[in-house]
C-alpha cells in the first residue's frame, strides 16, 4: 500500500462518527418522538410548590446518597483509626503495663471503651468483652498482692469487671438468637473462662480485708450466673442435635464443674470445725451426688438446675469456713535471780476467723 492510499484511509477514518455516534437526522427524529411520549406520561395539570422546589434544590446541593455514602467512609475510617491506635498502644510496652491508678491506665480503658463502641458485630464484641475480662482479673490478682495504699483500686477494677462479665451474658444471649449453629464455641469458651476466673477471685479475695468481701461476693455471683447460662446453651444445642455440642462435651463439662466443686467443698470443711459448715458440706455434697446421678441418666435440664444448688452451696461453705487457731503459751521463765522464783508469762489470746486458706481476716 502505498503512503498516499494510507493517507486518504486515516484521514476517512478521522472524519468517522466516534464511538459509532448515530447521524443526526436520525436522533432529531427519534428525539421528537422520546419527548412526546415523555409529555404524555407527565401530569401537566400539576403545578410545581415552593416545598417541591426547595426539596429539588436540597437534593442538588445535599444529595442523600452522597452523604450516606459519606457518612458509611467515616465510620470506617474512625473504626480503623480505634484498631490501628488500640493495637498499636497495645504493642506498646508502657500500655501493655499500664496498672490501676497510673496515668496510662485511664487511656488504656478508654481505647478499649472506643473499641468495643466500634465493634463491626456481636462476635467480635464478645471476643473484645473476654479479652478485657481477662486483664481486669489479672489485675485483681496482682492488686491483691500489692501493699494496702495500691489495693484501694480493687473495687473500680471489679466494677469494670462486672461490666464486661455483663456485656458477655448480653452478647451470648444475642448469639444464641443470631448465630444458633456457632454459639456452642462462644458458650463452650466462655464456660472455661468463668472456671478460671472463678479460681482467681476466689483467691484475691481470701488474701484481703472483709471490707472487699461484698465487691468480690458479687463478681463471683456474676461469673456463676454466666457459667450457668454458658452451659444452658451447651445444653440446649445437645438436646437439638448439634454435633458441636456431643455428650461427650456436655458430660465433660459437668465433671468439670463438679469435681471443682466437691475440691473446694472438702477443702472447707477439712478446715473449718464448725458444725453450720459440716451441715452444710453435707448438703453440697449430696447435691452434687444428685448432679451426678442426673447427668448418667442423660436428664440434663434436670442436671442444669441441679447444677444451681451446687454453685450457692459451694460458695455458702467457702464462705462460713473459718479455722480456729491457737497459739501456745510460752514456757515458764527462770530468773536469773537468787531467789530462783518462777515468773509465769502470761498467755497470749488465740488468733481467731482465719479463712479456708489460712489467710488471717485483717
Known amino acids: ?80 483509626l480505634g484498631t490501628i491506635v488500640g493495637g498499636g498502644l497495645a504493642s506498646a510496652q508502657m500500655y501493655r503495663t499500664a496498672e490501676p491508678g497510673h496515668v496510662m491506665y485511664t487511656l488504656k480503658v478508654a481505647v478499649e471503651r472506643t473499641q468495643l463502641a466500634l465493634a463491626p458485630s456481636v462476635e467480635y464484641r464478645a471476643r473484645l468483652l473476654a479479652e478485657f475480662a481477662d486483664r481486669r482479673v489479672d489485675e485483681v490478682a496482682k492488686l491483691a498482692e500489692t501493699p494496702d495504699r495500691e489495693s484501694g483500686h480493687i473495687a473500680a477494677v471489679l466494677a469494670s469487671f462486672n461490666n464486661d462479665v455483663t456485656g458477655l451474658q448480653g452478647a451470648l444471649e444475642e448469639l444464641r438468637k443470631s448465630d444458633p449453629v456457632n454459639v456452642v464455641e462462644t458458650a463452650k469458651l466462655m464456660e472455661r473462662k468463668m472456671a478460671v476466673y472463678q479460681n482467681v477471685l476466689s483467691k484475691a479475695g481470701a488474701s484481703l480485708p472483709s471490707s472487699y468481701a461484698d465487691s468480690f461476693a458479687q463478681a463471683r455471683d456474676l461469673v456463676d450466673g454466666l457459667t450457668i447460662k454458658a452451659m444452658a446453651v451447651i445444653v440446649e444445642k445437645h438436646l437439638e442435635g448439634s454435633a458441636l455440642a456431643s455428650k461427650s462435651v456436655l458430660v465433660s463439662k459437668f465433671e468439670d464443674r463438679l469435681s471443682q466443686a466437691e475440691a473446694k467443698v472438702d477443702s472447707a470443711s477439712d478446715n473449718s470445725v464448725d458444725a453450720k459448715v459440716a451441715v452444710r458440706a453435707k448438703q453440697a ?22 447444677m444451681v444448688d451446687v454453685v450457692e452451696l459451694t460458695k455458702e461453705v467457702e464462705s462460713k469456713s473459718k479455722v480456729d487457731v491457737t497459739v501456745p503459751a510460752p514456757e515458764t521463765v527462770q530468773p536469773a535471780s537468787s531467789d530462783a522464783q518462777k515468773v509465769e508469762a502470761p498467755a497470749i489470746s488465740p488468733v481467731k476467723s482465719v479463712d479456708a486458706v489460712g489467710s488471717p481476716n485483717r
Open 285 to 306: 455434697k449430696d447435691a452434687i451426688a444428685e448432679v451426678k446421678r442426673l447427668v448418667k441418666d442423660e436428664q440434663y435440664q434436670a442436671a442444669l438446675s441441679k
Open 1 to 80: 500500500m502505498n503512503p498516499k492510499r494510507l493517507r486518504t484511509i486515516l484521514q476517512s477514518v478521522k472524519s468517522e462518527r466516534r464511538g459509532g455516534a448515530p447521524h443526526e437526522v436520525w436522533v432529531k427524529k427519534n428525539r421528537d418522538i422520546l419527548m412526546m411520549q415523555v409529555r404524555n406520561t407527565m401530569d401537566l395539570s400539576a403545578a410545581r410548590t415552593y416545598g417541591n422546589s426547595m426539596r429539588h434544590l436540597f437534593g442538588i446541593l445535599f444529595p442523600v446518597e452522597t452523604l450516606a455514602l459519606a457518612g458509611r467512609a467515616i465510620a470506617v475510617f474512625v473504626l480503623a
